[in-house]
């Protein structure tokens, strides 16, 4: 079945950096597209970013453009995050998840506090 395992996650400062992996089993990675989502405290869970099969595509919410990058290694299965000038509203529990599957991991925490 579908195994997806988020890590990377922690307490930054704002304007500091953080890099989100996430390790994917169960299904033939390279053939669909993956997502990130976040939810915070007492909000509903929101889409952040998603990357094509090769990686060529990428799509973000507005309020991380220019900030987040996605990225895939299909050799390895991993679906990354990198997350730069943080901001205290990026605190929230982030996802990973594969287009077409409603399977969902654990998620990482990420807080972003002076």
């Known amino acids: 079945q579908v195994q997806l395992v988020e890590s990377g996650g922690g307490l930054v400062q704002p304007g500091g950096s953080l890099r989100l992996s996430c390790a994917a089993s169960g299904f033939t990675f390279s053939n669909y597209p993956m997502n990130w989502y976040r939810q915070a405290p007492g909000k509903e869970r929101e889409w952040v970013a998603v990357i094509g099969r090769t990686g060529a595509y990428t799509s973000y919410i507005d309020s991380v453009k220019d900030r987040f990058t996605i990225s895939r290694d299909n050799a390895k299965n991993v679906l990354s995050l990198q997350m730069n000038s943080l901001k205290p509203e990026d605190t929230a529990v982030y996802y990973c998840?594969?287009?077409?599957?409603?399977?969902w991991g654990q998620g990482t925490q990420v807080t972003v506090s002076s």
């Open positions: 998840k594969a287009s077409s599957f409603e399977s």
